[in-house]
């Protein structure tokens, strides 16, 4: 009986093992031809199987990993590749790729601080790719792409389905875009890389929004009676749709609940909208598209198909290529290939200069600096130049697709290359002279998000466009989202200060600056710089400054600046030397600097704090431990001015600037998870929620605290006295909380560290009540705005 039971055992293993090596062959051979979706199943099985030995399993989940990857599913990639690399005793050379392939995927589904963690690893080992220590810098502090997000607003468009629909260019007052659907009961093949129906040409003649036109190519506007805006909804009103902090009303979105709705959105039979060109859509992958300023000609990307030819590689992979096409009498002629594609690589996502002489592509033909880099050909004498890179300012070791020329010149491209928020970001660059790269710049949310973002048609000022993403449904499908610019194009202008001294060239930390601005009441802040001399702001664009530097034993250092006229919004460094004066040759006294520190709510002493003081004059910095009665005392000299900060794990303070004095006792408070903390002479004009200039000074400081503490998430809470409707009160003071966190997100404070409250009259500090009769001074007392800390690390 037990050898029958062995000889069972042996029959079982046996059978699974060659049913493992079955799957697995099955999935390979899925994977080599990019039948990514059908790869996945059967890795999946696979994996299930208990008989794969550690290498050909961990060779199974890279190829599970880089499937998912491919089809756009970054939660299962992160699943993957979390047990992938888990797995690793130590790094391996062949899985090395995936390091970046993870940090990847938890970028994309917003985990930056793992993600820059992951990158940071891959830097390690692939110290030759600037991508690793690139996204790790960015990632540090990823609120940097948040100060725009405020100027912007998005809305959803009606032409949108469950299916695909991107890359729109305008057309005559329409829009064309690409789309995988197909009406009726037409044929519907499918692209086996993740099992969707093959790409077609879509038209909407009608790219009218809320009153308002967009900019129009292609001669003049077709007859037709004009559309009837529809019911405007919010995001998140159906059940598969979340809201986004940026996103803003649907435009003639439909539920598809019921009847003619459900068939629109699940076969794609979008209202106002056709396929554009028959003679252009084949049963293979057509766009994106582009056209020339009179809209007589087309250029548009397709499969290696025409004329009812179907090429392939030398590899059996059937590439991209682009073609043109010429109008003739309302009928797009035979379409022609362009002279510089090939068989042997993709060239595709055509883009077209105002004046119809360069066209730009993207293409991964050889010699490029990644995956796919973007090119521009010149067409003179009647044809098109031999293409030329636009070099590594543009192009990285990733991939650089989908460019957009506007009216002025200049370049939009998508890229995974170039640091950003995750996966397919919008990038902008100045070109001078048709081809040469001024700067290259992430425009930042909301046009840009944790998702693929791609596909943008502008005007030169960037005030309406529309943009593809795939930022809703957890990233399954792109859709087309129409933007409005509400506010500046940038929204401020970031400016480094170094102040030093003008003999020694030595930086002078803990330096006072004073900003006013011109033409603003009460507009100053007062800040000061690092150890290093340094200080980092942000101001107001188009707008005239006046800048003094002073410290202790220097000379003030008054001089003017100016934002205005800047055509981008890149970083700028000013520089103030100061000039010493001579210093008292006699050795001044010895004074006391003494204090305790407490906490915040119970303002009991805290044992065990790391106590520092540094001296403004020099720079130089003293420290001890509080014992105890949290006491700390310091000896130093009379004639200076000193920071004392206070440092404990998961505490935080604001510090204090302090004199020595005789008898002078200087108490600091620390504050935890849970506090609440009152923001002291925060005002609002009767029934307003804008932040008053007097209310920006002390905001200014809440903003310098953010920054001194980048892992630390607050509730902006605002309350109201009693006086007036309990209602009016609570919307009252949302909207002065939600006022306050707009004004911290203005001055660089990523929107995901604050939430805001409004709590009306439900708590106040005194018996001041309805029906109560109370002083003013009781009144105000509840008129308060505090932040309650929610984390602090």
Not at 197 to 211: E, I, N, S
Not at 287 to 295: I, L
Not at 547 to 571: C, E, V
Request: charge should be neutral; charged fraction near 25%; proline fraction near 4%.
């Amino acid at each position: 009986m037990r050898c029958f039971y062995l000889l069972c055992c042996l029959v079982v293993f046996l059978t699974g093992s060659a049913m493992a090596q079955t799957l697995l062959k099955q999935a390979d051979r899925q994977f080599d031809v990019l039948a990514f979706g059908n790869a996945i199943g059967l890795y999946e099985q696979a994996l299930n199987h208990v008989n794969l030995s550690e290498e050909e399993r961990l060779a199974t989940l890279s190829k599970l990993g880089y499937s998912y990857r491919q089809i756009r599913d970054t939660q299962n990639a992160e699943r993957v590749y979390r047990t992938l690399l888990g797995s690793l005793k130590q790094p391996k050379n062949d899985y090395i790729p995936c390091y970046l392939y993870f940090a990847q995927a938890l970028a994309s589904n917003g985990k930056y601080k793992e993600s820059q963690e992951v990158y940071g690893i891959y830097s390690k080992y692939q110290s030759d790719d600037p991508r690793g220590k690139q996204f790790s810098k960015l990632y540090n502090d990823v609120s940097i792409l948040s100060r725009n997000a405020g100027n912007y607003k998005i809305e959803f468009l009606e032409i949108n389905t469950k299916k695909a629909e991107f890359s729109p260019m305008y057309y005559k007052e329409g829009l064309v875009f690409v789309a995988n659907k197909r009406p009726g009961k037409a044929l519907k093949r499918v692209f086996s890389w993740d099992n969707s129906t093959f790409l077609d040409l879509y038209y909407m003649p009608d790219a009218t929004v809320m009153g308002e036109t967009v900019a129009s190519l292609g001669g003049a506007p077709e007859n037709r009676k004009k559309k009837r805006t529809r019911h405007l909804r919010t995001l998140g009103e159906d059940e598969y749709t979340e809201p986004t902090a940026n996103d803003s009303r649907t435009l003639g979105f439909n539920n598809g609940t019921t009847g003619q709705n459900q068939r629109n959105l699940e076969e794609g039979a979008s209202l106002n909208t056709r396929s554009f060109g028959q003679t252009l859509n084949t049963k293979y992958h057509e766009g994106p598209v582009a056209f020339t300023k009179d809209g007589a000609k087309v250029f548009f990307t397709r499969n290696n198909y025409n004329n009812g030819k179907y090429r392939q590689s030398s590899d059996g992979i059937n590439k991209l290529k682009l073609y043109v096409a010429e109008g003739q009498k309302g009928v797009w002629g035979d379409a022609k290939e362009l002279p510089f594609n090939s068989d042997e690589y993709s060239t595709g996502h055509p883009a077209l200069s105002p004046n119809d002489k360069l066209l730009f592509f993207a293409s991964d033909r050889p010699g490029g600096f990644g995956g796919t880099d973007l090119y521009v050909s010149g067409f003179a004498d009647g044809k098109w130049s031999e293409p030329v890179n636009l070099g590594k300012d543009i192009n990285t070791r990733g991939n650089e697709l989908f460019p957009f020329v506007d009216d002025r010149g200049n370049l939009y491209f998508s890229s995974d290359g170039h640091p950003g928020l995750g996966d397919l970001d919008i990038f902008y660059a100045q070109l001078m002279d048709g081809t040469r790269v001024k700067s290259v710049q992430n425009i930042g949310e909301p046009l840009n998000s944790s998702k693929d973002d791609f596909g943008i048609v502008t005007d030169g000022a960037r005030m309406l466009g529309f943009i593809s993403s795939n930022r809703l449904n957890g990233g399954t499908d792109d859709d087309i989202y129409r933007f409005r610019r509400e506010g500046a194009l940038y929204a401020c202008r970031e400016l480094t200060i170094n102040v030093f001294d003008s003999q020694t060239k030595q930086p002078i930390g803990n330096a006072l600056l004073d900003i006013d601005q011109k033409d603003f009441l009460d507009g100053k802040r007062q800040t000061q710089t690092d150890g290093e001399g340094n200080i980092r702001i942000c101001l107001d664009p188009e707008s005239d400054f006046r800048i003094s530097a002073s410290m202790n034993g220097y000379q003030t250092n008054r001089l003017g600046f100016s934002t205005k006229g800047l055509s981008d919004d890149q970083p700028l460094r000013l520089e103030i030397p100061l000039n010493g004066v001579e210093l008292l040759t006699t050795k001044p006294l010895k004074s006391k600097i003494r204090g305790r520190v407490l906490t915040h709510s119970e303002r009991q002493p805290i044992d065990g704090v790391e106590v520092v003081l540094r001296n403004l004059c020099d720079s130089t910095v003293l420290e001890m431990i509080t014992g105890p009665d949290g006491s700390y005392e310091f000896s130093v000299d009379p004639g200076c001015e000193y920071i004392v900060e206070a440092l404990k794990d998961c505490m935080g303070t604001t510090g204090a600037r302090v004199s020595p004095a005789a008898d002078a006792s200087t108490e600091l408070t620390m504050f935890r998870e849970g506090d609440i903390i009152e923001i002291d002479n925060i005002y609002y004009d009767l029934d307003k929620w804008n932040i008053r200039p007097d209310a920006a000074i002390e905001m200014d400081k809440l903003v310098v605290l953010m920054k001194k503490y980048p892992t630390m998430r607050i509730e902006m809470r605002s309350h109201t006295d009693s006086r007036g409707s309990a209602l009016y009160n609570k919307i009252l003071s949302t909207k002065r909380a939600e006022a306050a966190v707009a004004y911290l997100r203005k001055n660089g404070i990523s929107a995901r560290r604050m939430k805001a409250g409004g709590y009306g009259e439900s708590i106040l500090l005194n018996a001041c009540r309805d029906g109560v009769r109370c002083t003013e001074a009781e009144h105000q007392r509840n008129r308060r705005t505090e932040i309650k800390i929610l984390q602090i690390e």
